[in-house]
């Protein structure tokens, strides 16, 4: 999804949420390098993979942050944080033509707010989430995480930033962002 290069598949959910970082950050690029109907495309790639990314985060990796790391809740309530003020910038963002001339100024603040975020979640959350769990734990971890993306809803949702949000508020939110996608297709 959006690079160019073929990529080891995951081994665990470390590895998973790794490759999706990577994914985001060649998203945004081509975004920022394309025109028209390929810029709009690789945005709403850019899009679906974010709110799904996310909401799995949110549903499994921070509660298990806050549960077995020292600091846990500091870390994660600033990882949500993090995480609303992006969604507040991508639901406007989504909302907006991609040929607006404010697109791409605000697409470059998402970015810088999205990949600052990575970085954050890299260092104070899955390396540290890598040593409490074996291969085994890990690796069953991936396709809980897979399962969560499957399920979630393809567009910011700010205000739902919490693992109880997300399963209150989520199937419905998918529901209704799956057809508005389908409406989208239809309509080229």
């Known amino acids: 999804m959006g690079t160019s290069t073929t990529q080891a598949p995951a081994r665990d959910v470390i590895d ?10 060649d998203l945004f690029a081509q975004v ?29 990796v921070h509660p298990l942050a806050r549960q077995k ?10 990882r949500l944080g993090e995480e609303r003020s992006a969604k507040e910038l991508l639901a406007e963002l989504d909302g907006m033509d991609t040929e607006d001339p404010q697109f791409l100024p605000k697409l470059d603040r998402l970015r810088i ?17 890598r040593g409490q769990f074996g291969k085994k734990e890990l690796s069953a971890l991936m396709r809980v995480v897979q399962v969560a993306e499957a399920t979630a809803p393809t567009h910011p949702h700010p205000g739902v930033e919490s693992a ?14 799956r057809v508005r996608d389908l409406v989208r297709q239809v309509k080229g």
């Open 16 to 25: 998973l949420l790794y490759m999706q970082h990577g994914q985001i950050r």
């Open 32 to 60: 920022e390098s394309s025109t028209g109907n390929e810029r709009r495309d690789a945005f709403r790639k850019l899009v679906r993979l974010l709110a799904v990314h996310e909401t799995a985060e949110e549903e499994i």
């Open 69 to 78: 790391l020292d600091g846990g809740d500091g870390i994660v309530d600033d």
């Open 113 to 129: 707010e999205v990949l600052s975020h990575a970085r954050a979640e890299e260092r104070y959350e899955f390396e540290r989430l």
């Open 164 to 177: 109880t949000k997300n399963l209150a508020a989520g199937p419905l939110a998918a529901v209704m962002d």
